[in-house]
């Protein structure tokens, strides 16, 4: 019941409106009862605008400051990399100085094993900032996901103050992986058979031994970190570059010696794939070595000593091969010189006259051709004189053979 500062409105008795002059007291009841209304319409407006502006203001506030919660998260990831990449190329360097004291002859176990644990602190250094980078990506992914459940927040609350219904915007959870799990397991790997093999030198062991386990082990765990530093965005485009060309230049050297020594029969393509690795494996296996894959000091010199014998081989057989293109050129009479191996330009010139006389191009090689021609040669003058030795004698159109 609505009342006045002095006591309750009544209505008049009968409850409606009848002539003029009684009619009075009720219109100013009705006027104050509609002003009331007015008022407490107006309130409740007023009360409804307060509070959905307050929601939005308060949803905005929220968006803004999980917008700069994502920055700072991204700023202290990004420092957090900085970080790791510095500790992983100090922590590859120290694998690198480690391993070149197996190229010291004055080297002894005693060394090997001192500097075994120079590697500890630079590896717990790396390994302290490789965590700080998971736990900052960790960090920058919740700050994304609260910026987008605050957005959603503020966009339900515009929609409450204006009476709209809009649909929730969900933002799925990204995971964003520094480098691929493949390259974190090789370094688990890496770093597993290196502390096996640096648990397994003793002052006993030869230092022989030693380098071949040890050496095979920290060049291993050293490519496994390059290639992680790779993946990490840790070079710039220039250093990608030069690491590049260091690489391929290395691998197709590599890829040729292999072949050479009969271990790889892949393409020449500079790419270090499953089939260098394997042929790399091949070797150590054939030598007794450690089947890691990676070239190391030992395994460089098994590979040496296979190309080394496979040239002297070849070198055998070419000896062989050209002593051979020179007796037939002197039975054929373009030959004067030594019946000695050594391929000489004299011995090319001769060859390509024989080549002339033959019929065939003169390209001074024993190609498919020459010998074709030669073999037919050979078959003419045993039918023409039923003899199995005869020369082919030089043409007059041919030029004369030379002499030593």
């Known amino acids: 019941?609505?009342?006045?500062?002095?006591?309750?409105?009544?209505?008049?008795?009968?409850?409606?409106?009848?002539?003029?002059?009684?009619?009075?007291?009720?219109?100013?009841?009705?006027?104050?009862?509609?002003?009331?209304?007015?008022?407490?319409?107006?309130?409740?407006?007023?009360?409804?605008?307060?509070?959905?502006?307050?929601?939005?203001?308060?949803?905005?506030?929220?968006?803004?400051?999980?917008?700069?919660?994502?920055t700072d998260a991204q700023s202290t990831l990004s420092k957090a990399q900085t970080t790791f990449c510095t500790?992983?190329?100090?922590?590859?360097?120290?694998?690198?100085?480690?391993?070149?004291v197996f190229t010291d002859s004055k080297a002894t176990v005693g060394d090997v094993r001192s500097n075994g644990t120079d590697l500890e602190n630079p590896r717990s250094t790396v390994t302290t900032s490789a965590n700080a980078v998971v736990t900052a990506r960790d960090n920058l992914a919740?700050?994304?996901?609260?910026?987008?459940?605050?957005?959603?927040?503020?966009?339900?609350?515009?929609?409450?103050?204006?009476?709209?219904?809009?649909?929730?915007?969900?933002?799925?959870?990204?995971?964003?992986?520094?480098?691929?799990?493949?390259?974190?397991?090789?370094?688990k790997k890496a770093e597993s058979d290196l502390t096996a093999a640096f648990q397994?030198?003793?002052?006993?062991?030869?230092?022989?031994?030693?380098?071949?386990?040890?050496n095979s082990a920290a060049l291993a765990l050293e490519m496994a970190w390059l290639q992680l530093v790779n993946e990490a965005g840790c070079l710039t485009t220039q250093q990608q570059q030069q690491a590049a060309t260091a690489i391929h230049n290395y691998t197709v050297a590599l890829q040729t010696d292999l072949q050479t020594a009969g271990y790889y029969t892949g393409k020449i393509d500079g790419v270090y794939g499953p089939d260098t690795a394997n042929a790399v494996k091949a070797l150590q296996k054939a030598n007794n070595l450690p089947t890691?894959?990676?070239?190391?000091?030992?395994?460089?010199?098994?590979?040496?000593?296979?190309?080394?014998?496979?040239?002297?081989?070849?070198?055998?057989?070419?000896?062989?091969e050209t002593s051979a293109v020179q007796s037939t050129l002197k039975l054929a009479g373009y030959w004067t010189g030594p019946v000695d191996g050594n391929w000489t330009p004299e011995l090319t010139t001769a060859l390509k006259n024989f080549q002339t006389a033959l019929g065939v191009p003169p390209t001074g090689q024993v190609d498919a051709a020459t010998i074709a021609a030669l073999q037919q040669a050979i078959a003419n003058a045993q039918a023409g004189s039923g003899s199995t030795t005869t020369t082919v004698a030089p043409t007059t159109s041919a030029p004369t053979p030379t002499s030593s």
């Open 1 to 70: 019941m609505l009342t006045r500062p002095h006591g309750p409105i009544l209505l008049p008795r009968g409850g409606s409106v009848r002539g003029h002059g009684n009619n009075r007291g009720y219109r100013r009841a009705y006027a104050i009862v509609a002003a009331g209304i007015v008022v407490a319409l107006t309130v409740a407006a007023c009360s409804s605008s307060s509070s959905g502006g307050g929601g939005v203001s308060a949803a905005q506030t929220r968006v803004n400051n999980a917008q700069k919660a994502v």
């Open 87 to 100: 500790d992983a190329k100090s922590y590859i360097t120290a694998l690198d100085r480690y391993g070149k």
């Open 142 to 187: 919740a700050a994304n996901k609260e910026l987008a459940d605050a957005q959603n927040a503020l966009a339900q609350a515009q929609a409450t103050a204006s009476s709209v219904t809009v649909a929730t915007t969900v933002v799925p959870a990204t995971t964003t992986t520094l480098v691929a799990p493949a390259s974190v397991d090789s370094i």
């Open 200 to 214: 397994g030198v003793s002052d006993q062991t030869t230092l022989t031994q030693a380098t071949t386990q040890v």
């Open 292 to 320: 890691t894959g990676w070239a190391d000091k030992a395994t460089a010199a098994a590979l040496d000593s296979a190309v080394a014998a496979k040239a002297g081989a070849a070198a055998k057989q070419a000896t062989i």
